[in-house]
Protein backbone atom coordinates (compact mmCIF):
# COMPACT_ATOMS: atom_id res chain seq x y z
CA UNK A 1 0.00 0.00 0.00
CA UNK A 2 1.29 3.17 -1.02
CA UNK A 3 1.72 5.84 1.67
CA UNK A 4 2.74 9.45 1.17
CA UNK A 5 3.76 11.45 4.46
CA UNK A 6 4.10 15.66 3.67
CA UNK A 7 6.01 18.16 5.83
CA UNK A 8 7.57 21.12 6.10
CA UNK A 9 5.05 23.57 6.21
CA UNK A 10 4.65 26.87 7.66
CA UNK A 11 4.07 30.60 7.54
CA UNK A 12 5.99 32.97 5.76
CA UNK A 13 6.38 36.64 4.56
CA UNK A 14 5.91 37.56 0.19
CA UNK A 15 9.36 37.02 -1.13
CA UNK A 16 10.35 34.20 1.18
CA UNK A 17 11.35 30.34 0.41
CA UNK A 18 9.74 27.32 1.96
CA UNK A 19 11.06 24.07 1.25
CA UNK A 20 8.13 20.98 1.46
CA UNK A 21 9.08 16.91 2.10
CA UNK A 22 7.06 14.29 0.89
CA UNK A 23 8.05 10.93 2.21
CA UNK A 24 6.76 8.37 0.29
CA UNK A 25 6.91 4.15 0.78
CA UNK A 26 4.94 0.96 -0.54
CA UNK A 27 5.45 2.12 -4.21
CA UNK A 28 7.19 -1.02 -5.69
CA UNK A 29 7.94 0.17 -9.67
CA UNK A 30 10.92 1.61 -10.28
CA UNK A 31 9.37 4.60 -12.33
CA UNK A 32 5.98 6.68 -11.08
CA UNK A 33 4.92 9.77 -10.71
CA UNK A 34 5.17 12.61 -7.99
CA UNK A 35 3.00 15.36 -8.02
CA UNK A 36 2.45 18.23 -5.77
CA UNK A 37 -1.09 19.70 -5.44
CA UNK A 38 -2.46 22.87 -3.70
CA UNK A 39 -5.87 23.97 -2.65
CA UNK A 40 -6.85 27.20 -1.68
CA UNK A 41 -9.60 27.39 0.65
CA UNK A 42 -12.54 28.01 -1.32
CA UNK A 43 -10.78 26.97 -4.28
CA UNK A 44 -10.31 23.88 -6.33
CA UNK A 45 -7.20 21.44 -5.92
CA UNK A 46 -4.32 22.75 -8.69
CA UNK A 47 -1.71 21.00 -9.64
CA UNK A 48 1.56 22.65 -8.93
CA UNK A 49 4.13 20.28 -10.19
CA UNK A 50 4.83 16.34 -11.78
CA UNK A 51 8.08 14.84 -11.53
CA UNK A 52 8.22 11.12 -13.51
CA UNK A 53 11.10 9.06 -11.60
CA UNK A 54 12.75 6.86 -13.39
CA UNK A 55 15.96 5.25 -12.58
CA UNK A 56 17.40 5.22 -16.12
CA UNK A 57 19.41 7.99 -17.41
CA UNK A 58 17.42 10.82 -19.18
CA UNK A 59 14.35 8.88 -18.25
CA UNK A 60 12.89 11.49 -15.39
CA UNK A 61 11.40 14.59 -16.18
CA UNK A 62 9.18 17.53 -14.62
CA UNK A 63 6.21 19.34 -15.69
CA UNK A 64 5.30 22.63 -14.04
CA UNK A 65 2.18 24.60 -14.01
CA UNK A 66 2.77 28.41 -15.08
CA UNK A 67 2.00 29.75 -11.48
CA UNK A 68 4.77 28.12 -10.11
CA UNK A 69 7.49 27.94 -13.69
CA UNK A 70 10.63 29.62 -12.55
CA UNK A 71 9.87 30.02 -8.49
CA UNK A 72 9.05 25.97 -7.60
CA UNK A 73 11.28 23.36 -8.07
CA UNK A 74 10.65 19.61 -7.28
CA UNK A 75 14.18 17.44 -6.56
CA UNK A 76 14.32 14.06 -4.98
CA UNK A 77 17.09 13.25 -2.49
CA UNK A 78 20.56 11.92 -3.16
CA UNK A 79 20.82 9.68 -0.45
CA UNK A 80 16.53 8.89 0.56
CA UNK A 81 15.49 8.62 -3.46
CA UNK A 82 11.88 7.35 -0.95
CA UNK A 83 12.24 11.55 -0.34
CA UNK A 84 10.60 14.29 -2.65
CA UNK A 85 11.00 18.09 -1.99
CA UNK A 86 9.44 20.98 -3.44
CA UNK A 87 11.08 23.90 -3.17
CA UNK A 88 9.08 27.26 -3.18
CA UNK A 89 11.15 30.54 -3.59
CA UNK A 90 9.45 34.16 -4.50
CA UNK A 91 6.43 32.84 -2.08
CA UNK A 92 3.52 35.45 -3.39
CA UNK A 93 0.37 35.04 -0.86
CA UNK A 94 -1.57 33.33 -3.82
CA UNK A 95 0.56 29.95 -3.57
CA UNK A 96 -1.59 29.87 0.39
CA UNK A 97 -2.82 26.39 0.65
CA UNK A 98 -2.67 23.04 1.66
CA UNK A 99 0.01 21.34 -0.19
CA UNK A 100 -0.34 18.05 -0.67
CA UNK A 101 1.81 14.88 -2.59
CA UNK A 102 0.83 12.18 -4.61
CA UNK A 103 1.55 9.12 -6.48
CA UNK A 104 -0.15 7.90 -9.88
CA UNK A 105 1.53 5.49 -12.12
CA UNK A 106 2.11 8.04 -15.29
CA UNK A 107 2.20 11.73 -15.09
CA UNK A 108 0.16 12.05 -18.54
CA UNK A 109 -0.86 15.18 -19.98
CA UNK A 110 -3.39 15.47 -17.52
CA UNK A 111 -1.52 15.19 -14.32
CA UNK A 112 -3.19 18.65 -13.25
CA UNK A 113 -6.65 16.91 -12.81
CA UNK A 114 -5.73 15.12 -10.19
CA UNK A 115 -7.03 12.02 -12.32
CA UNK A 116 -5.77 8.17 -11.81
CA UNK A 117 -4.32 9.49 -8.76
CA UNK A 118 -3.16 5.95 -5.96
CA UNK A 119 -2.52 7.49 -3.21
CA UNK A 120 -2.65 10.76 -1.15
CA UNK A 121 -0.49 12.56 1.52
CA UNK A 122 -2.70 14.41 4.48
CA UNK A 123 -1.30 17.54 3.63
CA UNK A 124 0.48 20.53 5.15
CA UNK A 125 -0.68 24.01 5.41
CA UNK A 126 1.45 26.91 3.72
CA UNK A 127 0.43 30.63 4.66
CA UNK A 128 2.52 33.51 2.49
CA UNK A 129 1.37 36.60 4.40
CA UNK A 130 1.42 39.88 2.75
Known amino acids: QVQLAESGGGSVQAGGSMRLSCAVSGVTSATFCLLWFRQAPGKEREGVAA?????????????YADSVKGRFTVSQDDNAKNTFFLQMNSLKPEDTGTYYC??????????????????WGQGTQVTVSA
Open 102 to 119: ATKIMCGLTWRTGSYVKA
Open 51 to 63: FYVSPYPGGSHIN
